[in-house]
């Protein structure tokens, strides 16, 4: 694929930005790059599969951080991966035999609502984690049986909350999917991931930001594997590729002391409302 110096520049800068705003607020990397690779006007699919090749080095060094901190719930880690997996291999599958136009058509509303996601995701204040009677804290809110017997609930109730507790299972398997078919689109695995984990499974938001950081990586790998099997290796802009990568080596150290200076809830903001309005005006140029 040929591009131009534009791409290139605009490809460091994402890279750079997206290493920046991911370290401090967990997330963001991928939506923002498609945003600014598309805006920039490069082919959604080789965008995608751009920030998904992309994405598979910077996560495995983020996730193997997650699990040396202990922030990784291990039981959700196939739920979210399996799925996740065939649901971005399914959605690569899809979207690589869309029409460039069609796809350009479509990818800016998606990304306006990962978008409107993410300030969501940050605007609202966050709320502490309960804690049992002598200051024991509970690591997984979503563990309803173990709060029901700690709190000595009848045997009636101890039944409904195990299976409000499979069906919560349940639906992390569908998490799964619903991002990873997402992310074949849009790169945005993690903002859909995280949002739908801490409403489904509420715990301390460091689990479930470390498990997904160490699932992302897999079901980026799946998505981009089956991107380039469709668009063919030279539909990916590999230039580009290399600047997104180079502006992520380069950031990674400002990242690291940006994300001990800014707050993340103000780096998610700022992502979310970037995001909306870029996509948000690359709309209303469509429309006139």
């Excluded at 300030?119 to 809110?141: E, K, N, S």
């Excluded at 080596?249 to 002391?257: C, D, E, R, S, T």
């Amino acid at each position: 694929m040929i591009v131009d110096i534009w791409e290139i520049v605009v490809a460091f800068v994402a890279g750079t930005v997206g290493q920046v705003v991911d370290g401090s607020a967990g997330m963001g990397f991928g939506p923002l790059a498609t945003t600014l690779l598309t805006v920039a006007g490069l082919a959604p699919a080789a965008a995608v599969a751009t920030v998904n090749i992309a994405k598979v080095g910077s996560g495995v060094s983020s996730g193997l951080s997650h699990w040396r901190f202990g922030n990784v719930r291990w039981s959700w880690v196939l739920p979210l991966a399996v799925p996740g997996v065939a649901g971005g291999a399914i959605g690569a599958f899809v979207f690589s035999r869309i029409p460039v136009e069609s796809a350009r058509a479509v990818i800016p509303w998606l990304l306006l609502g990962i978008g409107i996601v993410i300030l969501a995701r940050f605007a609202r204040p966050r709320t502490p984690a309960p804690q049992l009677r002598g200051g024991a804290d509970v690591a997984a809110i979503g563990d309803a049986p173990a709060l029901a017997l700690a709190a000595g609930g009848k045997t009636r109730r101890r039944a409904r909350a195990r299976v409000a507790a499979r069906l919560r299972d349940l639906a992390v398997l569908g998490v799964g999917f619903l991002a990873g078919l997402v992310n074949a689109g849009t790169g945005s695995y993690g903002p859909v991931a995280t949002s739908l984990l801490l409403v489904i499974r509420p715990a301390r938001p460091r689990y479930v930001v470390g498990t997904v950081s160490l699932v992302e990586p897999v079901v980026a790998a799946s998505a981009a594997a089956v991107l380039v099997a469709g668009i063919g290796a030279t539909g990916v802009a590999w230039p580009v590729l290399g600047a997104l990568v180079i502006g992520a080596i380069v950031a990674a150290p400002a990242a690291a002391y940006i994300a001990r200076r800014v707050p993340a809830r103000a780096m998610g903001i700022t992502v979310g409302a970037v995001m909306v309005l870029l996509n948000g005006g690359v709309l209303l140029a469509s429309a006139f």
